[in-house]
């Protein structure tokens, strides 16, 4: 079995937020939660670059360490999902995140925060594939349908690819070649995390 | 580049997540097992070994607690009691099966924590005069209140006494920093890593709360036989109080 992942390609993404407004409307998010953002640096100067960002599938995710619950599980294909249901909106996922992706939405009882939600990369949740629970709790389900998730299905220049590893490197790989970006386009030029 | 991405998502994750991911991970959960089975059963051995101390209650009587006092400290013995339970519903939710039963505690919790706030500012303004920290407490601090013996021997404390005070101080200063990081984090607003921080602070004194809470019931409920009694009529036995309280001066 594959391993999924998201790569958002930065000399691509245009920052149109169509993979943003494609998740909400796709799986019926509702307003003040984002499963998926565009993240802009150095806007309007040389070198402005955006980058589409939600959940990262992490092996090793942090989220699933600190849920006191642990209500968020790892799918043999590495798709981070997790149980509605069994939630109790602690928060402490989205604290945990490098990435912010856990959202809570609010208006529960004194303004207490809601079941987490995040993106599930159009995996569903731990229903049963298809059935209207899954639906309405976790959104579409394209996975088992055999598609992309819908941002990286609606991407108009192609810069957020998802699927298996492999097959997203691949793409990635021959892109970078044919643009001749150097050893820089995959970053390592320099160091993301300190030693 | 990624690290200028990076900290536009939630903040360098380095400084607070990483902290945070870890000490929820190996350390909150066992904090607070420990605290809840280790000091009942240090306790329960106290009880067993030294016994309860046991004053004549058909005596005379001293008028210790009045009644706003008395009302006060109730509305936050309630509240704290509930803080404490829901609290660890969230710690303990796994057994528990999470899910509506622990979001009800929450809210629980968020009431309660309200009402505690407003109940500890007059709570603080009372008592604040008897429980300034006075030399004899250190002489008590050395005896260990006297309780870990089984003869009556007059110990240093005025109306309270220096346990009592750290009880009080860690409970209202210590109360308020709660209620503030607690405020925080129902907000959920502001940088990532000030949610983190706050979530650690928490966590770490409300475990020490929690472990005070658990004594201070032990010592009304067990300790001293009766006790409980001046809390709600207001009296204690005058032999108690030249025992206990031996500086006190009605």
Known sequence: ?195 | MWLKFNNAFTGEWLQYGQLFTNLQESLFGRLFLLIMTIIPCVLLLHYMVIGPKRFAHDGPQVYFFDLFSRIIHWIAAVTFSFMVLTGLMVIFSKPLGGGALIMGGRSVHIASGLLFTVAAIPMFIIWLKDMLPVGYDIKWMFIMGGYLSKEKMPVPAGKFNAGQKMWFWLATLGGFVLAYSGYVLWSFQGPTDTLRLMVIIHNFLAAALSAMFLVHLYMSLFAIAGSLGSMISGYKPQEEVAILHSRFKS
């Open chain 1, 1 to 195: 079995m594959g391993r999924m992942k998201f790569l958002c390609d930065v000399e691509r993404c245009i920052d149109c937020k169509g993979c943003v407004v494609a998740c909400k409307e796709g799986n019926h998010i509702p307003v003040g939660i984002n499963r998926r953002r565009v993240i802009t640096i150095g806007q309007g100067k040389p070198g402005e670059k955006s980058l589409s960002i939600s959940c990262m599938h992490c092996s090793d995710a942090p989220c699933i360490a600190v849920c006191p619950v642990d209500c968020i599980y790892q799918r043999e294909d590495g798709i981070v999902l997790h149980d509605k249901e069994a939630c109790i909106g602690c928060g402490y996922c989205f604290m945990a995140c490098p990435f912010g992706a856990p959202q809570f939405p609010s208006g529960q009882v004194f303004g207490a925060r809601g079941a987490m939600d995040k993106c599930t990369f159009c995996a569903g949740g731990p229903e049963e594939n298809f059935s209207a629970k899954e639906i309405k709790l976790y959104g579409q389900n394209r996975i088992a349908e055999g598609k992309v998730p819908l941002c990286a299905g609606m991407c108009a220049t192609k810069a957020l690819l998802a699927g298996d590893a492999s097959e997203v490197s691949d793409v990635y790989r021959e892109r970078v070649f044919k643009r001749g970006s150097g050893a820089s386009a995959w970053g390592q030029d320099k160091k993301a995390y300190k030693d």
